[in-house]
Structures are given as C-alpha cells and as structure tokens.
C-alpha cells in the first residue's frame, strides 16, 4: 500500500483486507486444506487473488490526459465494487450517506455491481432525491443499482423499511419530486400506507398541510393553485393512512 497517499483510502482498504484474514483464518479451522507446491493452500492462494487484484487498481499508469489524485476518495467505492466482500458492502452502505453526491452515486454504482441484497434498503431511502438534484442523478443511480440486485427489489421487506424518506418526499411542493415518490411508493404496493414507516411520516405529512402560498405577484413561493394541489395529495394519504393526529389538521384546513 506504499506510496498510495490517503490515509483515508488506504485505512479504509486495510479494514477489507482484514475482515478477508480473518474469514480466511475461520475458514481455514473449519476446512483444513492440502498445501501445494508453492506452500499456499486455496484458502491462501484465494486471499494472495484478492489482494493482488486490489494492488492492481493502483498499479495501472494514469491516462496521459487525466492527473490522478492520490487523495481521491471517490476511488474508494469502484474499488470496492471490485473486491466485493461483505466488509465492502458494510463501508458502500455507510458511504450512502455522505453528503458528497459523487461519492453517493459511485457508492450505489458499486453497490449495483456487487449485487447484494443488504443493500436494498439503503439504496430505497436514496430514491428520495434531494431538492437540489434537479435532474435527479442521485436518484437514477439508486434506482438502477436496485434493478442490479434484484429486479423485485421493491417487493422485498427492506425495501419497505427504507421507504421512509420517499413517504417524506410527498410533503415536497414540488409536484414533480412528489410525482416520483409516488411512482417508486406505488412500486412498492398499496398496502405502504399501512406500514409503520407511514405513520413515522405523519407528523411531516401534518406540518405540510399548513403550507402557505405566495403573497401577492412576483413574490417567491408556492401559487395558491400549488398549494390547494398539495393539500388535497396529503388529506388523501393521510385518510389512507387513517391516524388520529391528522383529524384536527384536516379539518382546520378543510
């Protein structure tokens, strides 16, 4: 690991490698296995792959165009994607949720690749797009990584315990990012209005009936059109959801 330059990656890489010893050493007392010639066993020559192909990501020369920045954490979660241990679906799932949206995408890139389901419901919670990803990035990359794992990703328990964040979204008084909630919620199935998750979003559902429109013209805001749009989406989910806290505020802004 000489002359990588971030302690960052390289502590980072180290924690992969251990966690392959370790399973290494525990597979070994289970599984004693014959040596061959070179004094590896399979266990051994299985960990001598992993390490060398980690080593590699670092060996090719950089493209003549492009500086390569040694501190470039950003290369963390592609090789990480490459090696595809469970340690490296532990530190992918973490890194989610960095407030650094490039880390977040090649995150859920590696997540993709590796495949591994544990991952479902933290790739669900990212399908909420943040109010700033215009475009919605963030939110592709977590929708396509989900499709890798399992095309039936939304039929899955994790994927209802990572829905939290898209029920949110449908406070937004964007009608587009609510739209897309919907559609991912939708996905989920009808009955998501009756799973706990819901009723942890009525409070943010409440609070979002009292929105109040722009005052007056070329103010900025939300129109009085916008707004009563808005209301009757939350009045009709929160009936659906059918909790007791959201009587009083349908009824005062009925």
């Keep these: 690991l000489v002359g990588i330059g971030s302690e960052q990656i390289v ?13 290494a050493a525990e597979d070994r007392v289970k599984r ?28 090719r020369p ?8 040694p501190n ?23 890194t989610l949720r960095s407030e650094d949206s490039s880390l977040q995408r090649s995150a859920a890139d590696a997540l993709g690749a590796i495949g591994d389901p544990r991952a479902i419901q933290a790739l669900t919670s990212m399908l909420a797009a943040p109010s700033e990803d215009r475009y919605y990035h963030t939110s ?12 039936n990703w939304y039929q899955t328990e994790s994927a209802k315990q990572g829905m939290l964040p898209l029920v949110r ?10 739209d897309r909630a919907a559609s ?16 942890q979003a009525v409070p943010a559902l409440v609070n979002a009936l009292y929105t109040q429109p722009a005052s007056g013209w070329g103010n900025e805001g939300v129109s009085k059109r916008a707004v009563e749009q808005l209301r009757t989406e939350l009045a009709d989910i929160l009936l659906e959801i059918g909790d007791a806290r959201a009587v009083r505020p349908l009824l005062e802004v009925s």
């Excluded at 502590?11 to 399973?23: A, F, S």
């Excluded at 979204?169 to 609510?178: E, H, K, N, V, W």
């Design 169 to 178: 979204q449908l406070c937004s008084t964007d009608p587009c990012a609510r």
């Design 140 to 151: 592709n990359c977590a929708a396509r990584a989900l499709e890798q794992i399992d095309p």
């Design 72 to 94: 470039d954490v950003s290369l963390v979660p592609e090789i990480l994607g490459k090696i595809g241990n469970a340690k490296a679906v532990d530190i992918l799932v973490s």
């Design 62 to 69: 950089p493209e003549p165009t492009k500086a390569v920045d």
């Design 11 to 23: 502590n980072t890489l180290i924690q992969v490698l251990e966690h392959d010893l370790h399973q």
């Design 184 to 199: 991912f919620l939708g996905k989920i199935g009808p009955a998501w209005t009756q799973a706990p998750q819901a009723r």
């Design 32 to 59: 004693p296995s014959a040596v061959d010639a070179d004094g590896l066993s399979p266990l051994d020559e299985s960990l001598h792959e992993r390490v060398e192909k980690l080593l590699s990501q670092f060996r």
